[in-house]
C-alpha cells in the first residue's frame, strides 16, 4: 500500500512539474534576436555525445540586456539564425530557439 501511494505521488509530481514548465513556455510569446557570446562543450560525463554545445547568448528588450546559456546539439548556422523567446512580461523568463522555431 505504501508503494502505491509513493508512485501515485511520483506520479502526481511529474504532472505538476510537467504543466508548470508547459505554463512557463506559454508565456515566452515574443521574440528577440540572440546574440551568441560564445559556447563550448561541456565537460559533463553525463554527456558522452561531443556535439552538445553550451551556449551564451544575449538579447535586448525595451534597452535592457538579457543573457542566458542553453545546452544544444545544433550545427554553426542554426547557432548564427538562433532568436530567442521570451515572456514580455519577465524576459528573465526566456529560451534560445532556432529560427525556424514558434514562440508560444
Same mark, same amino acid.
Given at each position: ?36 557570446? /560564445?559556447?563550448?562543450?561541456? *565537460?559533463?560525463?553525463? &554527456?558522452?555525445?561531443? +556535439?552538445?554545445? =553550451?551556449?551564451?547568448? %544575449?538579447? @535586448?528588450? /525595451?534597452?535592457?540586456?538579457? *543573457?542566458?546559456?542553453? &545546452?544544444?546539439?545544433? +550545427?554553426?548556422? =542554426?547557432?548564427?539564425? %538562433?532568436? @530567442? ?13 532556432? +529560427? ?5
Amino acid at each position: 500500500m505504501a508503494l502505491r501511494a509513493s508512485a501515485v505521488a511520483l506520479v502526481a509530481a511529474f504532472v505538476l512539474f510537467g504543466i508548470s514548465i508547459g505554463l512557463e513556455r506559454a508565456q515566452r510569446t515574443s521574440v528577440a534576436p540572440a546574440v551568441i557570446l /560564445g559556447y563550448d562543450w561541456p *565537460s559533463s560525463p553525463h &554527456l558522452s555525445i561531443k +556535439s552538445y554545445r =553550451q551556449i551564451r547568448y %544575449a538579447f @535586448v528588450v /525595451g534597452g535592457s540586456t538579457y *543573457s542566458g546559456s542553453a &545546452l544544444q546539439h545544433w +550545427s554553426i548556422p =542554426q547557432l548564427e539564425s %538562433a532568436k @530567442v523567446c521570451y515572456d514580455p512580461g519577465d524576459p528573465n523568463n526566456n529560451a534560445l530557439t532556432l +529560427s525556424t522555431a514558434g514562440c508560444s
